[in-house]
């Protein structure tokens, strides 16, 4: 690599002509360090006459993840504009980027308008996994079941150079199924929590998928969906903050903000379950400070209705005026996600509930007595009842044990 005073003598041009061929993508390979730019010793100078604007699978990556945002090139809350333009020199990275700070942002319409190029037109590999994911997760809010499916394809597509490529692709599907609750096909290596396949830019959204993985195993043996060898109840959902925790001090310490925000929310989300609702108070209050500047509320609006009434009542003290725009994210990711579930699954998952509903359904699947989510909850007895009824008569389940079908 070779400095922009270097390239200027090289070329005979001024120093001022190099960074301006370099901020407008013109030069092949380079590369912000720091403040400075440096440049590929053997880049040829832009033709005159001819787009030399580069955007395609020979400029790298500027970390080796499909997740930009999910690095510290994110690193301080409300620093997008600023790392959007760090990205400038690199046309492909800054559309990649900013479709996934729009998905943040529940700006769903948005992320299809920059992601949709990179399904139509392969690029390099973490581009191709990176858009494929995003299209996916799209689908979650729109309930598009054949995006769905072409956006696994594309990614089984990426241009795979070793085998661990292909580990990573095959995980990356696995993470779309996870965000429909099926952890079937996550890979043995990463169920136990092993990274090593996957290049050290890639772990810190390697953390967020697999508490996300921990916590669907979680809540499928809470509500016995799932059955494991003496693990019942709630037992791993009690576990889960102790495994959570480390991970959200190694996102501060990293300085990877969206990942913090996802992790204090699922563990925020466990706390919940288990009882503790002034830790998850904790940890929603901490991912509202860090997520305000930005608006990154399409997040918030994936947790809502786990968090049931939570989210709601920080965001009311603490940022009232993002509340409305949550509900109106979260009705739009749910009725889509449960379409998308159902389809996929053959499942009989319902959006109907009434919030209070479908948290006493929850507790009712968990196996509480009626006394037990009365206590809970700090309502009546006969408004438990009247909850479960209610939930009953909208999904169809002959008792309360036929509940779990539904949520």
């Known amino acids: 690599m070779i400095t922009v005073k270097q390239a200027a003598e090289k070329w005979k041009v001024t120093e001022r002509r190099v960074q301006d061929l370099c901020k407008r993508g013109e030069i092949i390979g380079a590369a912000r360090w720091g403040r400075s730019w440096m440049i590929p010793e053997n880049a040829p100078y ?154 050290k830019d890639s772990h810190p959204s390697a953390r967020v998928f697999y508490a996300k993985y921990l916590y669907a195993s979680a809540y499928g043996l809470a509500s016995g969906k799932y059955h494991l060898p ?40 466990a706390y919940h379950n288990i009882g503790d609702k002034q830790s998850a108070i904790e940890h929603v209050d901490r991912a509202i400070e860090l997520a305000e500047p930005d608006g990154l509320w399409g997040i918030f609006a994936e947790h809502r209705r786990q968090l049931d009434f939570v989210i709601d009542e920080r965001l009311q003290e603490k940022c009232p005026e993002a509340l409305k725009t949550v509900k109106e994210l979260s009705v739009r990711l749910m009725e889509g996600w449960t379409k998308l579930h159902n389809s996929i699954l053959n499942n009989t998952l319902t959006n109907q509930l009434s919030s209070r509903e479908y948290e006493v359904a929850k507790l009712a699947a968990f196996g509480f007595t009626n006394q037990q989510i009365s206590d809970r909850l700090n309502i009546s007895v006969a408004s438990v009842k009247q909850a479960i009824r209610f939930a009953m008569d909208k999904t169809g389940a002959a008792n309360r044990n036929e509940l779990v079908m539904y949520i």
């Open 46 to 199: 832009p033709e005159k006459g001819k787009n030399n604007v580069f955007f395609g699978p020979n400029l790298p990556m500027p970390k080796k993840t499909p997740f930009l945002d999910m690095t510290n090139l994110y690193h301080t809350p409300g620093c997008y504009m600023e790392s959007l333009e760090a990205l400038s020199h690199n046309r492909e990275a800054a559309a990649l980027f900013e479709a996934e700070i729009a998905y943040s942002r529940g700006e769903i319409d948005k992320v299809y308008y920059h992601a949709r190029h990179f399904l139509d037109n392969h690029s390099g590999f973490y581009a191709v996994t990176s858009a494929g994911m995003l299209l996916a997760l799209c689908c979650m809010w729109t309930g598009d079941v054949d995006m769905w499916k072409r956006a696994k394809v594309h990614i089984t597509e990426a241009p795979c150079k070793t085998a661990d490529d292909h580990e990573i692709v095959g995980l990356v599907n696995a993470c779309i199924d996870g965000a429909i609750f099926s952890v079937a096909t996550y890979p043995d290596w990463f169920k136990k929590g092993r990274f090593s396949k996957l290049p």
């Open 230 to 269: 003496d693990v019942t109840g709630l037992g791993l959902m009690k576990i889960l903050p102790y495994i959570l925790e480390p991970m959200i001090t190694r996102s501060e310490a990293d300085k990877t903000v969206i990942p913090e925000i996802y992790l204090r929310l699922i563990c925020a989300t």
